[in-house]
């Protein structure tokens, strides 16, 4: 099966936002907003798509790697430095070899691409919480593609056991396309969590994401493992390209200080063929030498819908295999290490684009205190809490059941202004004060 050829033409239609564009959408939205979390998860570095607007338009490249910057990411590693010197080039996977010890307990993190469709509807113990949006939440809205979320199931980094807390198979969203919590990807289009978006709007795609925590001496970002899109015309010139496949992962040891990339991992180490395509990384390299795929190393991954793998690998779902999460161990075939069902994903659409992962034993506690929050007090979804949200207050209060046929993209429970999980006479009061001074609760 082969890839799907992106042609010069896609980039004249009217998919094709010029920067002036983009900037005036950026302006126009930053009003509206849901409420960001608790504790907001600290800012990764990332990439977008070739097809992305921001790409088209010229504001960074597709093999470029990011920061969080505003109006705009901001390029902390431009896609020459890895060796991918074609604008045509896609960094497809990103990551820094830098997993906590086996053993420990973790959430997965992951955005998907913009055909994802979701299985799960918003957790049923999430939403009266105050955090209702998932992966199928916002696809639904058509902009999941600039999104990242988390799995509420745990996993251990070890060969056996499994990690605490309770178990729930779905996601939640952590990190929003454009605003909440001020560690977005600031992803095209610049609508908050809970906007509703034209299905043709277009969509940056995040097909990269990494948590990168910098070192004391000045910054400098190290130790960085990538993989790039099998269709990426800078293949042939990387290490490993004779056989050039998007399911090497390369090595730069500091690409920002002219160090030259090498081949930590060839398809055939991974278990995979030449013609898979790696969409998403996450790498331990634990073993005798950095930057080389040896004994006690491991890499987890995701492939796209195309790799002709995805029908092969033991364990692989049957519907949404692009959304399964595998692990391959030095000298080991690969294995199934997440499925997408687990993920609450798995609809024949669904494909998983970048993979991140943080520290967690309880993923519902840590969903409460790291996913984007429902904006207590505004029931009609503008993004504001004022006098507008009374009518659709007495409405949620006196007939809950008709209050989403009126306001089918809102949640309910932005009702519940006192936090104890229930929308009723109790937070008369509490929404008094949102109109005045302010929710009393988050």
């Known amino acids: 099966m082969q890839a799907p050829v992106l042609q010069m033409d896609a980039f004249r239609s009217p998919a094709w936002w010029p920067r002036a564009t983009l900037m005036a959408l950026t302006i126009c939205a930053a009003a509206a907003h849901a409420a960001g979390p608790r504790v907001p998860l600290p800012a990764p570095y990332y990439s977008f798509d070739l097809a992305s607007p921001t790409v088209q338009a010229g504001i960074v490249g597709a ?35 830098r997993l906590p010890p086996p053993g420990t307990s973790v959430s997965l993190l992951f955005s998907v691409d913009r055909g994802t469709v979701g299985v799960m509807p ?11 949006f998932n992966a199928q ?32 198979t779905n996601n939640t969203l952590v990190r929003n396309n454009f605003d909440e919590g001020g560690t977005s990807y600031t992803a095209q289009p610049p609508t908050s969590a809970q906007d509703y978006n034209a299905a043709d709007a277009p969509q940056d795609n995040v097909d990269a994401s990494a948590a990168f925590l910098p070192p004391a001496d000045g910054g400098t970002l190290t130790n960085v493992y990538f993989s790039a899109t099998s269709q990426s015309p800078s293949l042939p010139l990387l290490p490993g390209g004779s056989f050039p496949s998007g399911a090497h992962i390369f090595y730069n040891f500091s690409p920002r200080e002219g160090f030259p990339t090498e081949l930590y991992a060839a398809f055939y180490q991974l278990g995979l063929v030449q013609q898979d395509d790696i969409d998403a990384l996450l790498i331990h390299d634990g073993g005798r030498q950095l930057g080389v795929f040896d004994e006690g190393d491991f890499v987890l991954f995701s492939l ?50 970048a993979l991140d992962f943080f520290v ?37 209060l006196s007939a809950p059941e008709a209050y989403p046929l009126e306001f089918p993209w809102c949640n309910l429970y932005n009702g519940d202004t006192n936090c104890d999980t229930w929308v009723d006479f109790d937070d008369i009061n509490p929404f008094v004060e949102c109109l005045g001074v302010g929710c009393p609760c988050p």
Do not use: K
């Open 63 to 97: 093999a470029d790697i990011l920061e969080y910057g505003l109006p705009f990411p901001t390029v902390v590693v431009h896609g020459y430095e890895l060796g991918l010197f074609s604008p045509l080039d896609d960094l497809d996977g990103l990551a820094f070899g």
């Open 122 to 132: 918003p957790d049923p113990l999430l939403v009266p919480a105050g955090i209702p």
């Open 137 to 168: 939440d916002q696809a639904a809205r058509h902009q999941a593609a600039g999104d990242e979320f988390m799995s509420l199931e745990t996993f251990p980094l070890a060969l056996a056991g499994r990690a605490g807390g309770p178990r729930a």
């Open 304 to 353: 796209t819908p195309w790799s002709p793998s995805l029908g092969t690998l033991p364990g692989h779902s049957v519907d949404g295999a692009a959304a399964d999460v595998y692990i391959a161990r030095f000298g080991q075939p690969p294995t199934i290490f997440a499925s997408a069902a687990v993920l609450g994903l798995g609809h024949p659409a669904d494909n998983i684009d």
């Open 360 to 396: 967690c034993d309880d993923g519902n506690a840590c969903a409460v205190l790291h996913g984007i929050q429902s904006n207590r007090g505004d029931l009609n979804c503008d993004g504001v809490v004022d006098f507008d949200d009374i009518n659709p207050f007495v409405l949620a």
